[in-house]
T-cell receptor
């Protein structure tokens, strides 16, 4: 079993739809959870950073963490064609020092005008 | 916000030559740098972790003599691919973490093509 599982998609939605992206993980020691957006041939861009169970909102993005179920989600409200990208979940054991990130494989999202 | 500048964005080199990729943190001190490799339609694969002033820690299967990492200052880390071969062609990305900062900031990546 991989440490982080993420459905690679592709996922196609119409403009304005609410998008739900998910990851599950097996290591209960993960404490910090991130979502990154990666456009083709570019480096990942940090969207959300959370370290506790519950919801966190930032603009059109909502990150949800359920540590008891080892499940994290990213919701995108009123999706736009510019949101078309690959979304990577990532997690780490600690928020400090040199702890590495463990990534999901990424979900490719296309928002159709 | 935190910015990591990575250069070059793309490079083509001949087989057997060496290529150096630079990552600079522009507005923060990068205490830790991570170097990743990404194949098409794949996630990021961690190659090595480096802390300023100390030797890099390489992941299993990554040749340290082939992928030389230097993190000489708190704002600069370099990855040198030595004696490059076509199988080294890939997308290389650096990531930096600063003291007291949330999250990890990524560079824009370098597409290396070895011909």
């Amino acid at each position: 079993q991989k440490e982080v599982e993420q459905d690679p998609g592709p996922l196609s939605v119409p403009e304005g739809a609410i998008v739900s992206l998910n990851c599950t993980y097996s290591n209960s020691a993960f404490q910090y959870f991130m979502w990154y957006r990666q456009y083709s041939r570019k480096g990942p861009e940090l969207l959300m950073y959370t370290y506790s169970s519950g919801n966190k909102e930032d603009g059109s993005f909502t990150a949800q963490v359920d540590k008891s179920s080892k499940y994290i989600s990213l919701f995108i409200r009123d999706s736009q064609p510019s949101d078309s990208a690959t979304y990577l979940c990532a997690m780490s054991l600690s928020g400090a020092g040199s702890y590495q990130l463990t990534f999901g494989k990424g979900t490719k999202l296309s928002v159709i005008p | 916000g935190a910015v990591v500048s990575q250069h070059p964005s793309w490079v083509i080199c001949k087989s057997g030559t060496s290529v150096k990729i630079e990552c600079r943190s522009l507005d923060f001190q990068a205490t830790t740098m991570f170097w990743y490799r990404q194949f098409p339609k794949q996630s990021l694969m961690l190659m090595a972790t480096s802390n300023e002033g100390s030797k890099a820690t390489y992941e299993q299967g990554v040749e340290k003599d082939k992928f030389l990492i230097n993190h000489a200052s708190l704002t600069l880390s370099t990855l040198t691919v030595t004696s490059a071969h076509p199988e080294d062609s890939s997308f290389y990305i650096c990531s930096a973490r600063g003291r007291g900062r949330d999250g990890y900031t990524f560079g824009s990546g370098t597409r290396l093509t070895v011909v």
